[in-house]
T-cell receptor, first 113, second 116 residues
Framework: GENVEQHPSTLSVQEGDSAVIKCTYS??????FPWYKQELGKRPQLIIDIRSNVGEKKDQRIAVTLNKTAKHFSLHITETQPEDSAVYFC????????????FGQGTILTVHP | DGGITQSPKYLFRKEGQNVTLSCEQNLNHDAMYWYRQDPGQGLRLIYY???????QKGDIAEGYSVSREKKESFPLTVTSAQKNPTAFYLCASIPSSRGANTGELFFGEGSRLTVL
């Protein structure tokens, strides 16, 4: 089955800096890669996703890049703000089974004012 | 207001007892999922159901059971056979697991189970 590794497990940055979280996956059949943000005590929410037919996707301060050959994808947050502080999860699945996600272990991002 | 409702939010159980976690959605979504969240391990899939009266095991189904008698409801029972049941349980749904335009999972607020 699929295995997703996520690094780092914790990340601390100053407000205004950039943050990068990296994930690798093992199953070459995976072609859908979402990122979820979970604030303390709240439900995970999708912040951005990418499909294997594109290499990069951007939404305001958030971007995701995908390297299918190397089987890794990354989340980039620019101009970080304290409200970006949360746990971020990457995940992978195939487009034929969207909800069956394999998640990474999570990254605790702390943005210091 | 559409969404997914999980109850109870907190639950304490003695060893050897079965407990059932409720999950109800009014989003008219076809597929529903149960995930377990443990610190440092991300979310792991327990069971899922793509249609009423049908469900499939996920990666960690041992010690759990589910039913899907109605489209809106997907309860999870944590049985006494589950060796380490203390965890945060998240229910989720998706419009359709087949040919959906988006893969976004909609999560409930979660249920925290503690075994005493």
């Amino acid at each position: 089955g699929e295995n997703v590794e996520q690094h780092p497990s914790t990340l601390s940055v100053q407000e205004g800096d950039s943050a990068v979280i990296k994930c690798t996956y093992s199953d070459s059949a995976s072609n859908y890669f979402p990122w979820y943000k979970q604030e303390l005590g709240k439900r995970p929410q999708l912040i951005i996703d990418i499909r294997s037919n594109v290499g990069e996707k951007k939404d305001q301060r958030i971007a995701v890049t995908l390297n299918k050959t190397a089987k890794h994808f990354s989340l980039h947050i620019t101009e970080t703000q304290p409200e970006d502080s949360a746990v971020y999860f990457c995940a992978a699945s195939s487009l034929t089974s969207y909800g069956k996600l394999t998640f990474g272990q999570g990254t605790i991002l702390t943005v210091h004012p | 207001d559409g969404g997914i409702t999980q109850s109870p939010k907190y639950l304490f159980r003695k060893e050897g007892q079965n407990v059932t976690l409720s999950c109800e959605q009014n989003l008219n979504h076809d597929a529903m999922y149960w995930y377990r969240q443990d610190p440092g391990q991300g979310l792991r899939l327990i069971y899922y159901s793509q249609i009423v009266n049908d469900f499939q095991k996920g990666d960690i189904a041992e010690g759990y059971s589910v039913s899907r008698e109605k489209k809106e409801s997907f309860p999870l029972t944590v049985t006494s056979a589950q060796k380490n049941p203390t965890a945060f349980y998240l229910c989720a749904s998706i419009p359709s697991s087949r040919g959906a335009n988006t893969g976004e999972l909609f999560f409930g607020e979660g249920s925290r189970l503690t075994v005493l």
